[in-house]
Every structure is written in structure tokens, then in C-alpha cells.
């Protein structure tokens, strides 16, 4: 049967390699697999640089996919009314070896004379469909580019608009090499403005011409200055490229003291800013900040928006763990904190901002105890956070401001997830008692250094004490 429907077979692996849609097939599923290979943790972490540029390849993926119907490989039959299915064609010439159904043997006790196109017999019964020639096949017109086409061009247009945003350099002011490779950038950018927990992206072309990298901003630029900067963790091979255009050899390993290094720097292009969900911790009225390690950035931007000017925002009481494993992280905003301290003490508002560092270890914990960072020495504490603990002081603070309204509090959270986002979370679901409970609804982000971005909007319930229900 298979013999009546297709005389002629056709070897699959010829049309794998000898057609447009097999040939196009093949680098799609290349495409793919190059992707997908290089999207693994060890690549990501060993060599960026592949991640990053085989995932530049999925504007060949949709240029191979456009192409992949142009070969018209998918028909349908044009001359269905002369050629209906199941007709017959008594010639022979084309079906030589094919054998007619047994239905319309009966008709035929003998076989076809070679000339013989119609017989008599076979044209006065109608439940038999003649052939009147020989079937015509089209190419389906290709429709793969109308749902292709609108999309691409916009996110094309979109990738215009950015490079004509970010096509003027910045101006670097300077760079500080900071303890435990770190490197903080400040610069100044014509009409630039930004908001605090927002981010931009980098790109170096003395570095990469086609890499760039995400970093939260952790200075914004205010009305009175136009200065912004980002602290850069030094971890893969961009960043130590980067940094050795920046900083000499010999700056690069400063211990204690951060250094200052003005010379000329490579040119810097930014794009943005882009929003994140830091940006909602001054829309509440208690913000629970939560930062581990380097992820202390987008918090950054926060506190120095704070101690710029506090009084505009609905903040009134924000809440600051910062944990770390090594003791030196902490001079990377030490400076900040303890003005940020001092400014809240001189204008009678001690309580607007809580400060609590913790070290997951204790060696060279004696570093710190020092004249200039006495305001933190009495804030440093030894292991994690104790979240219930912690909880209950804030409901128990902010008692009267959570009786007002059930949406003053926000959590936000940035770190690595093992370190941050099991610990808090597991302790949150633990947390609760007959006076109040929390909810939270989250979203996780992996972002370009690893760490986990928790989103939790919070809200702490009071107990109707009448029916003993929860209300809003």
C-alpha cells in the first residue's frame, strides 16, 4: 500500500544533508545543543566567556528557523478535483507495479491493453474515482516568519535604543581597591539619573568587545551630586581583566586602608539603569534588609540615598543584617555605616536604622576594635542571625505600626542561596505564634554572580479578639 501512495521512496538521510529544511534542521538542533551544553554550572563558573557567547548565537537560531520552510519540503496537492484520493489511474504507465483494489477487480477480467486509458466498464460505476491526471504538489506557503518576524524586531529595536543610549563614555573619578578583592568604581554620566536599588551593565571593550556585566549601583546620583559608583567582587576572568586595567600590580593587593588610584582608565560604557525589587525597601515603613556577603550591594544604595536626605520616604525604621565570613568584608562599608550612625544619633532618631554585622567565624575578629569603628564594634556578633529572635523584636517594635495597616513590613534578602535563602526562609515558615503571623510570597532570581534575590512581601496579621479569626 505503502508502493501505491509513494512510487518513488526517497532516502531520509539525502534529505537530511542535501535540503534546505534538513540542513537548517541540523544547525538548529547544533545551535541547541551548544547552549544547553554550555549552560551548565561548571562552564559558567570555570569560563564565562563560552556561556556568553554561544548564547549570542540564538539570533542564528531564528535566522535558521526562518529558512527551515523555505525549502518546501511540507506540500499539499493542488488538483484535489481531478486527482481525488483513492482514484485510479488505469494507464499503468506511472503504477506499473501496483495492484488495484480488490473492489474494482470486478470490474476488470482482463488486463489493461496498453493504449486503454478508460474503460467502459470502469467509467459507468461511480463508486470508482477515476484519475484524470497525474497529481500536482505545491510548497505550503511559509508562515513561520509572521510569528518570528514581530518579536525580533522589536527586541532589534530595543537593542538600538540601548546602544544609542549607552554610546558616550563615562568619566571615571577613581577606583578603590578594597580588602578581599574588591574594587569600587565611581564615575559621572551626563543626565544620568538613577534610583537606590537599581542596577546598570558594564561594558569594556579593552576587555571584551561583546561581553557585558550587570552590577548594582551602590552610590546614585543625587540633586547635589552627580557622582554614582558600583563595588566590583573580583571572581572570574572579566572582572580580573578589568581590574588589571584599573589598578597597577602593585595596588591591586591592599589589605587594610582602601587605595585611590587617579590615572587614565581604559574608556567604560554603561546601560541603564534597570529596575530590581530593592527599590520597594523605602516604599514600606519597616524594611528587613538582609545581605550576605558582596551581596550587600543593592543595600548600599539605600543607605547612602538615607544618609543623603531620609525625610522624603516612608521609611521609618529599617532593619540591616549583614553577614559575612571574613572580617575584612566589613570595611567595604564600614566608613558608611558609622557616619550613617552618627547622622541618625546627632538628629535624635537612634532607632531608624538598626544595625546588626555577623561573622560566621571568628578568626581576626580582633581586626576591627578600633577608635574609628567603635559605632559597629558593639553591633558585631558571632555566628548567624537568630531569626525568630529577630522576628519577634520587630513585631514586638513595631507593634503599633502593624496594628495600623498589614502591608508596612518588606524582607528583602540578597546572598548566596546556601547561605541566605534556606536559613531565612525555613525560619520564617517556623516563625509564628497566637499574636501574629507572617506571609510571604517570594520570587528567586540566579543572577550573574550566583546569588539568590528573595523578594518577600510580608504581612503580619493581627487576631480579630471577638472571633478569634485573622483579618486584613
Not at 249 to 267: A, G, H, T, V
Not at 382 to 400: H, Q, S, T, V, Y
Request: aromatic share 14%; proline share 6%; glycine share 6%.
Amino acid at each position: 500500500m505503502s508502493q501505491f501512495f509513494f512510487p518513488f521512496s526517497q532516502d531520509p538521510r539525502k534529505l537530511l544533508f542535501t535540503t534546505v529544511p534538513g540542513l537548517t534542521g541540523v544547525g538548529m538542533v547544533l545551535v541547541l545543543f551548544l547552549m544547553i551544553t554550555a549552560s551548565t554550572y561548571a562552564i559558567r563558573v570555570s569560563n564565562y566567556d563560552i556561556f556568553w557567547y554561544t548564547h549570542n548565537l540564538f539570533f542564528v537560531f531564528y535566522m535558521l528557523l526562518m529558512l527551515h520552510v523555505s525549502g518546501g519540503l511540507l506540500k499539499y496537492q493542488a488538483n484535489l478535483d481531478t486527482h481525488p484520493p483513492g482514484c485510479i489511474n488505469p494507464n499503468g504507465t506511472r503504477y506499473q507495479n501496483v495492484h488495484l483494489p480488490d473492489h474494482s477487480l470486478e470490474h476488470f477480467h482482463e488486463s489493461f491493453p496498453g493504449g486503454l486509458s478508460k474503460p467502459d466498464e470502469l467509467t459507468k460505476n461511480r463508486s470508482v474515482k477515476i484519475c484524470m491526471e497525474e497529481p500536482r504538489f505545491q510548497a505550503n506557503f511559509p508562515q513561520t516568519w509572521l510569528w518570528i518576524s514581530g518579536p525580533l524586531c522589536l527586541y532589534c529595536a530595543e537593542r538600538l535604543y540601548r546602544c544609542i543610549r549607552s554610546n558616550k563614555p563615562v568619566t571615571i573619578i577613581s577606583v578603590i581597591s578594597h580588602p578581599s578583592d574588591v574594587m569600587e568604581i565611581r564615575m559621572i554620566k551626563e543626565n544620568f539619573k538613577a534610583r537606590p536599588g537599581q542596577y546598570i551593565i558594564l561594558h569594556c571593550p579593552s576587555v571584551s568587545a561583546l561581553e557585558n556585566h550587570p552590577f548594582t549601583l551602590t552610590m546614585c546620583p543625587t540633586e547635589t551630586k552627580a557622582t554614582f559608583g558600583v563595588h566590583l567582587k573580583i571572581v572570574g576572568d572579566w572582572t580580573e581583566r578589568f581590574r588589571d586595567l584599573l589598578l597597577p600590580p602593585s595596588n591591586q593587593d591592599s589589605e587594610i586602608l582602601p587605595f585611590i588610584q587617579s590615572r587614565k582608565y581604559p574608556k567604560l560604557y554603561i546601560d541603564g539603569p534597570f529596575g530590581s525589587p530593592f527599590e520597594e525597601s523605602l516604599n514600606y515603613e519597616v524594611s528587613l534588609c538582609v545581605a550576605g556577603g558582596i551581596g550587600v550591594t543593592p543595600f548600599a544604595s539605600i543607605l547612602n540615598t538615607l544618609l543623603d536626605d531620609w525625610k522624603p520616604y516612608k521609611l521609618r525604621r529599617l532593619y540591616f543584617i549583614w553577614v559575612c565570613r571574613d572580617i575584612q568584608s566589613f570595611r567595604w562599608f564600614a566608613d558608611l555605616l558609622c557616619v550613617l550612625h552618627n547622622k541618625f544619633w546627632q538628629e535624635n532618631r537612634p532607632d531608624y536604622v538598626n544595625i546588626q554585622l555577623y561573622l560566621s567565624q571568628t578568626d581576626g575578629i580582633q581586626k576591627i576594635i578600633g577608635e574609628k569603628y567603635q559605632a559597629l564594634n558593639s553591633r558585631l556578633f558571632i555566628g548567624r542571625p537568630r531569626w525568630k529572635l529577630l522576628f519577634d523584636e520587630i513585631a514586638k517594635c513595631n507593634r503599633g505600626i502593624f496594628h495600623l495597616r498589614h502591608d508596612n513590613l518588606v524582607i528583602l534578602a540578597w546572598g548566596s542561596p546556601w547561605t541566605i535563602d534556606s536559613f531565612l526562609f525555613n525560619d520564617i515558615h517556623r516563625t509564628s505564634d497566637k499574636h501574629s503571623r507572617i506571609n510571604f510570597y517570594s520570587v528567586l532570581m540566579k543572577t550573574w554572580e550566583f546569588c539568590c534575590c528573595c523578594y518577600c512581601l510580608c504581612s503580619i496579621l493581627k487576631p480579630n479578639s471577638k472571633t478569634g479569626e485573622d483579618h486584613l
